[in-house]
């Protein structure tokens, strides 16, 4: 909150007027890359100062702890939907493998987008969120589970999807360059 001090109505006015404009700039692609680390810091001081007023020794009214309470819940739902790394647009080929309910299947297709967290495919094959396929890169045959975010059938047939990978594994090799930097030293 710009390291300001507000006393609580005026901490609320704010916040309300912070999570708003978060809210509707979320939805706009370039929002992530340019506000995501300044939007993760102002939504983790919101939570912080609501969490500090709801633990005070001072009894709130309950318009006041109504409010406190969906500030919080508020700024942890946004804070939830900020991505965690940039999207790169870029075609790799990979191979997708189904071994799910229903009949096995495999497919060649290629990245659109990639992140350190996952991808954006596009397959000819039925895909269903939550459902988990194995990647396998065709550069390298590096592999790694993913379960599938999100999908979008395209008047083509094709659907496109969301995937984030289920380990920690950097398949891409996108590792923050202040990490790659500390594993050498």
């Known amino acids: 909150m710009d390291q300001g001090r507000f006393c609580r109505k005026h901490f609320l006015a704010h916040s309300y007027l912070v999570l708003g404009t978060l809210a509707t700039q979320m939805d706009r692609p370039e929002f992530h890359g340019q506000h995501g680390d300044s939007a993760a810091r102002q939504l983790e001081e919101c939570m912080r100062r609501a969490a500090e007023i709801a633990c005070l020794p001072v009894s709130l009214d309950n318009l006041e702890r109504a409010q406190v309470l969906d500030v919080l819940l508020w700024a942890s739902e946004l804070?939830?939907?900020?991505?965690?790394?940039?999207?790169?647009?870029?075609?790799?080929?990979?191979?997708?493998?189904?071994?799910?309910?229903?009949?096995?299947?495999?497919?060649?297709?290629?990245?659109?987008?990639?992140?350190?967290?996952?991808?954006?495919?596009?397959?000819?094959?039925?895909l269903?969120?939550?459902?988990?396929?194995?990647?396998?890169?065709?550069?390298n045959r590096r592999q790694t589970e993913a379960r599938i975010v999100w999908t979008r059938p395209l008047a083509s047939g094709v659907t496109e999807a969301g995937l984030e990978f289920t380990s920690g594994e950097d398949f891409w090799g996108m590792a923050p360059v202040d990490a790659v930097s500390r594993s050498k030293s």
Do not use: F, N, Y
């Not at 991505?83 to 990245?111: C, F, H, Q």
């Not at 269903?128 to 550069?139: E, G, P, S």
């Open 79 to 126: 804070h939830g939907k900020l991505r965690r790394g940039p999207r790169v647009p870029a075609k790799l080929p990979i191979v997708l493998k189904s071994s799910g309910p229903g009949e096995p299947w495999e497919e060649a297709t290629e990245s659109q987008t990639l992140s350190r967290h996952g991808m954006q495919i596009a397959a000819q094959h039925e």
């Open 128 to 139: 269903h969120a939550r459902d988990v396929v194995m990647c396998i890169r065709l550069d």
